[in-house]
């Protein structure tokens, strides 16, 4: 099977070799990390010097490795002297203890280090507690349009991207026809009952199923609005659900350390100081939460052209919140070092009143960073409105510099 490169990702692993760092690529399961890896793997074998060490955790052949004490007998039986070792741990958050061996390796300079996680917490507590300052955290995404495009060899324009709204960017839909759409709903419902299973219900010993798999519809249903525990509570009582807010804040806890959904604090863009309420929700992949809804993309295609944007900011590597000035919304305010965007989206700006809206909340912002309005208009295309540029979705998505 052919390995397509992602080299986002492949790059700034190499870049770090030898910098006396344990790299760590995390994110929600099937995004592609192991692929990575694999490239990674690839590369540094084709060099003689160097001795390759690989454990899939995934893979019942190391399920003798169960804690630190199998990974470190194994490890150490593996390295070669005279040698540049390399170790790469797959799902390494099934190796119980896995940071004591990690932190041994590293004071003892013996490798070269690179895992994956599909666990935010279990790996942020892990790495934070015994590795800090070792380690650097690479967040995997599934496909962005830009290799969307490739991984399909579809050309840019407007059937790819609905085709990308529609599909998300899990990588192995592309040995798979976009025109199979059952096949495609069938492999993302098994992705989804995967994270689940695995990532959520066994290893946070969830025993109200049912809650937790409704509870993702109503985050599926309603991308882009303020989420309060107690309203979600009221809302599942409606449906005859009992539950409680220290529980739903939980289960959303559990869906984030699981990479299924991302939450965005709001933030006082006058006061320059984040809410601790009424936090968004936005999904790892827009495929997994179009399989999760009723209607289509036509019932929801503003939703997910939201969390597209989103995504994409995310992937530049903005830290994102959602801005609040003078009573209105600004979808999202992106911060990079010293640099920060605003952006709104709409689907369309089909009336006097959409241009004004949009365009009118970031004319308030007294600053003179760069300010975007992105929508599906081709009418639009590349204007400029009083220093605020607009910009069609596929163009915002291909941009690698805002």
Known sequence: ????????????????????????????????????????????????????????????????????????????????????????????????????????????????????????????????????????????????????????????????????????????????????????????????????????????????VPLLKNLVRFVSDNIGKPFSATNIVKYLKSQQIDSSTKVILNYLDYLCNAYIIHRVSRYDIHGKRLFEVNDKFYFEDIGIRNSLVQGGLAQSIEKNIENAVYLHLVRLGFEVTVGYLQKTEIDFVAKKQNRVIYVQTAYQLASEETVKREFGNLQLINDNYPKYVVSMDELYENTDYEGILHLHLRQFLLRKDL
């Not at 989804?192 to 695995?198: A, D, M, R």
């Open 1 to 208: 099977m052919d390995i397509i490169d992602r080299p986002d990702y492949t790059e700034k692993v190499e870049h770090l070799f030898g910098k006396g760092l344990i790299i760590a690529l995390t994110g929600q399961r099937r995004v592609g990390k192991s692929f990575i890896m694999k490239q990674v793997i690839n590369k540094v074998s084709s060099v003689d010097a160097n001795n390759v060490i690989y454990i899939d955790k995934d893979d019942e052949r190391f399920s003798f490795i169960r804690s630190n004490i199998e990974l470190t007998d194994y490890v150490d039986g593996r390295l070669v002297a005279g040698k540049t070792n390399y170790l790469f741990i797959d799902e390494v958050q099934n190796i119980r203890g896995f940071e004591l061996t990690l932190r041994s390796l590293h004071s003892r300079e013996s490798c070269e280090i690179v895992i994956t996680g599909s666990n935010a917490k279990m790996l942020s507590s892990e790495l934070s507690t015994y590795l800090s300052g070792r380690c650097i955290e690479y967040h995997v995404q599934s496909l962005d349009y830009a290799e969307f495009l490739v991984f399909h060899k579809m050309e840019d324009g407007n059937r790819a991207l609905i085709s990308y709204l529609t599909n998300g960017g899990m990588p192995q839909l592309s040995r798979i026809s976009l025109d199979e759409q059952e096949l495609i709903s069938d492999y993302l419902q098994s992705v989804y009952n995967t994270i689940i299973l695995k990532d959520i219900v066994e290893r946070e010993d969830i025993r109200n």
